[in-house]
């Protein structure tokens, strides 16, 4: 069984602007499909971020999508979604693996790594 957990309350340009996911644990089969999504409170992000973290590990990056359209990007097995109306970012992952059970995060810009 594959287990990923995504938790991230990341503070954008204003305090007021949050990013959270909408489920706090999403568990799937090997080979199955999984979504995680994060809703957002900014009116327009620059972007979008999802990163995934092993035990012990950095947060790695995984894909970015557009926060002022609808936007869609696919990097290998990752399909990034931002739907503006409904102000909802998803991460897709087809066919899961093991290996793919992981700490995500959503982040939008600016991330912390870019605050001085």
Request: hydrophobic fraction near 25%; charged fraction near 25%; proline fraction near 5%.
């Amino acid at each position: 069984m594959l287990s990923s957990t995504g938790t991230a309350s990341i503070l954008g340009e204003s305090i007021q602007d949050e990013i959270t996911p909408t489920k706090r644990e999403v568990h799937a089969l090997e080979s199955q499909n999984l979504t995680l999504s994060c809703n957002y409170t900014a009116n327009n992000p620059t972007y979008l971020y999802w990163y995934r973290q092993y035990p012990r590990s950095k947060p790695e990056f995984i894909i970015l999508t557009l926060g002022t359209t609808d936007d869609k990007k696919k990097e290998g097995r990752f399909t990034g979604k931002n739907k503006k109306e409904s102000k909802q970012v998803h991460l897709e992952l087809s066919s899961a693996e093991v290996t793919d059970s992981a700490l995500y995060y959503c982040a939008l810009q600016p991330t912390v790594t870019e605050n001085p």
